[in-house]
């Protein structure tokens, strides 16, 4: 089965249900990421050690029996314009290309409080 392929709901079902790990999950999606980055240029930044890092964090919570919201553990890209603290965000813009947020954006952050598992920022046109 290809976990990457998979909506966000079920691959929810399939953690909770201990059927697949957050760290399966994400190596899924990196191992595609890996196969066609190359050619599609889809992100400006990969995050690769921090996500497995929150995969990581997510499995310890599941096997320890805690409830986890329907986007935990659940791999996802944030568009470049989202501020992400410690990570660049340069907007698409050459302006920009050595920014570092400082702050994580209020949408960013609720994503975070929940642990989903950020793989990367999305590229996109110059200041969206």
Known sequence: MDLCHLTAHELHDML??????????????F????????IIHSYITITR???FATAEKV?????SGENI???????MAIKDVMCTKGV???CGSKILSNHIAVYDAT??????????????K???DEFA
């Open 16 to 29: 909770i249900k201990r059927k697949v790990s957050s760290t399966e999950i994400t190596k899924s999606v």
């Open 31 to 38: 191992d595609q990421i890996d196969k066609v980055e190359g």
């Open 49 to 51: 050690e921090e996500a």
């Open 59 to 63: 499995d310890k919570k599941i096997a």
């Open 69 to 75: 919201s329907p986007l935990t553990g659940i791999p």
């Open 88 to 90: 660049l965000t340069s």
């Open 107 to 120: 949408a960013v952050r609720k994503l975070k409080d929940v642990d989903i598992v950020m793989v990367g």
């Open 122 to 124: 999305a590229n996109m």
